[in-house]
């Protein structure tokens, strides 16, 4: 078990029964930044450990933009599930007791389609390259966006589903293997950890940002299928 204690002047750490004092507290602590503030050098210079974590074939950038990808892929692909029951309600007119029976269906093909695609395109990753794979599965998932909405019936919808999922199996199996390669092996717990917290702001960027944009259209005046 460990406890911390921050002091004005020092701080304690209380681990297993030992205790160990730093002498760095709350005050000394903004007395530093106040007389000796970060440099915008600092910040690229943290930004450049990466190159201590990435394997030796992998650049700086390759890192940074993976880690862009990371936040933006999970961000699209859980923005639909957000979406569907104002699909469902608002577009194709489905009451809400039935919502369920057709969530189901959309959600079995979604998966289905994953299950049966994730193997191939790992071995189509090796072939093609992980960044081909990766920009035809966002490719892939942008035009899946466009023809979501155009669905009239829920057997349309539920094709819709199935082939945007072949581009979410596609950006999952391209994001997995370039995370495999990107890291050195020492620090490969390190980049899983930075990726699932942008995974998880990605996941919380569309909740809290893009769900919010069919209300903000509606108050604009636009219809309920334009929105």
């Known amino acids: 078990t460990l406890h911390i204690r921050l002091g004005e002047r020092d701080s304690t750490y209380v681990a297993d029964g030992v205790q160990y004092v730093v002498p760095v507290g709350v005050g000394t602590l903004a007395s530093m930044l106040a007389t000796d503030p970060p440099l915008p050098e600092d ?60 969530t189901f269906l959309l ?19 090796d072939k ?6 990766y920009t035809l599965g966002l490719v892939w998932v942008g035009v899946g966006y466009i023809l979501y909405p155009l669905a009239d019936s829920l057997l349309q919808l539920v094709a819709t589903r199935f082939f945007f999922a072949v581009g979410a199996a596609m950006i999952g199996t391209a994001m997995a293997t370039v995370l495999a ?15 699932g917290v942008l995974q998880g702001l990605g996941v919380m960027f569309g909740v809290l940002v ?7 259209f509606e108050s604009l005046g636009h219809s309920d299928d334009m929105a």
């Open 43 to 102: 910040l690229t210079n943290a930004i450049g450990l990466l190159v201590d974590h990435i394997a030796d074939d992998v650049t700086r950038g390759n890192a940074l933009t993976f880690l862009y990808a990371a936040f933006f892929s999970v961000c699209l692909l859980s923005f639909l599930s957000f979406m569907q029951p104002f699909v469902l309600d608002a577009h194709l007119g489905i009451p809400r007791s039935q919502q369920g029976r057709a």
């Open 181 to 195: 390669d990107t890291p050195r092996d020492r620090s490969r717990g390190l980049l899983v950890a930075a990726t």
């Open 210 to 216: 893009l769900s919010k944009l069919p209300l903000r």
């Open 128 to 133: 093609l390259g992980r960044r081909v794979l």
């Open 107 to 125: 959600g079995t093909a979604q998966e289905i389609a994953m299950l049966l695609l994730v193997g191939p395109f790992g071995a189509l990753a």
